[in-house]
């Protein structure tokens, strides 16, 4: 954690609807730069609080948007605080939020800032209905009174959740997680505000398109990923219109690109729209937890997972993230597959 920032005394002052904090390191801010030197003043952040209703994980609400332990557009800090560096359509920004008590407080920066405050509520779940779902069984519904917290976040971003969804295709989640830190890293800007040099906001579109061959290879994506990305960032501004669309549509919009099949859309909408009914088809572990969880079956595959879930019509991505939160996970037979037969569509 950061040492706490005495900044001189100041005026809180309000601007466009949100308030301007001082700039500054706040408490709770990604670590600064190691042996104590300290941080030049950033630009002022703008802070709103929202009051949700019912309760909120913060963890459970963010956990999807984060691409591994080390992903450089996401972290967290000892005091609960969710940090995200996004590409908005204003341009870059961080978004900062706590739960204190019943209510959330959110400090933003950067050109970004007031569309990372405008969305703050559907981002945490504000547009979800929790109270649409009926546990079908009791192993999800145990879960579901375990987790109260559970709403299923709305980003309003294609792009972000697209990128990292092809990278994740055909490979282990540790490669995948290693590819989107090691190009977002060297191909990304610096997040905006009180943060460290590791955080960064994913490139642009267009600079995903520059990017050599040479670098796609020295970060593990092979050609066809690496291929679909390119096809997908030169129509960037039309997989962005998604967002206006419902979940169905967005994903057919999106596999209109070679290379962008079920798996992939179904995980992009389950963030970019908080897709309750977008289930994961073609994945290689899902269709066993499902059907281990509740029927027994650790051989299942998507056609049984799907006439699993047919009750919950209308919530299945809902009732598999509860299923996921159950935790019964089919023994394993056989010895782990090598990397490179782990596949997903």
């Not at 996004?86 to 870059?92: K, N, V, W």
């Not at 995948?176 to 590791?198: C, I, N, Q």
Request: hydrophobic residues 40%.
């Amino acid at each position: 954690m950061a040492g706490r920032f005495a900044p001189r005394p100041t005026r809180t002052t309000v601007r466009g609807g949100h308030v301007a904090v001082p700039g500054g390191v706040p408490e709770g801010a990604p670590r600064g730069v190691p042996g104590g030197v300290p941080r030049p003043a950033v630009a002022p952040g703008r802070r709103r609080t929202w009051v949700p209703e019912g309760p909120l994980d913060l963890g459970l609400v963010l956990g999807p948007l984060r691409r591994g332990p080390g992903d450089p557009t996401f972290r967290t800090t000892p005091d609960g605080s969710v940090w995200r560096a996004s590409r908005t359509p204003a341009g870059p920004g961080t978004l900062r939020v706590a739960a204190r008590g019943g209510a959330v407080e959110a400090t933003a920066w950067g050109p970004g800032a007031e569309w990372l405050l405008e969305q703050l509520p559907a981002l945490l779940g504000a547009l979800d209905d929790p109270s649409a779902f009926a546990p079908r069984h009791r192993l999800v519904a145990v879960a579901q009174h375990r987790r109260p917290g559970l709403r299923l976040t709305r980003t309003g971003l294609v792009l972000e959740s697209l990128i990292p969804s092809i990278l994740e295709q055909k490979v282990t989640t540790d490669e995948a997680y290693r590819a989107w830190r090691l190009l977002v890293r060297k191909f990304g800007e610096p997040a905006p505000g009180p943060v460290d040099g590791r955080m960064h906001v994913m490139p642009a579109p267009r600079t995903w398109a520059l990017i050599p061959s040479w670098e796609w290879h020295r970060a593990g994506v092979d050609n066809k990923r690496a291929s679909t990305i390119l096809r997908a960032v030169r129509v960037a501004p039309r997989l962005e219109e998604a967002v206006a669309f419902d979940p169905v549509r967005a994903q057919a919009r999106l596999e209109l690109v070679s290379g962008i099949g079920p798996w992939t859309s179904a995980e992009v909408v389950q963030r970019s729209h908080g897709a309750a009914d977008s289930v994961t088809v073609g994945d290689v572990h899902l269709p066993g937890i499902v059907g281990y969880s509740l029927a027994g079956d650790r051989d299942a595959d998507d056609a049984v997972m799907l006439a699993l879930l047919e009750p919950y019509a209308g919530q299945r991505h809902r009732a598999a993230r509860f299923i996921l939160l159950g935790g019964r996970t089919p023994p394993r037979r056989v010895p782990k597959m090598p990397r490179w037969d782990i596949g997903r569509l």
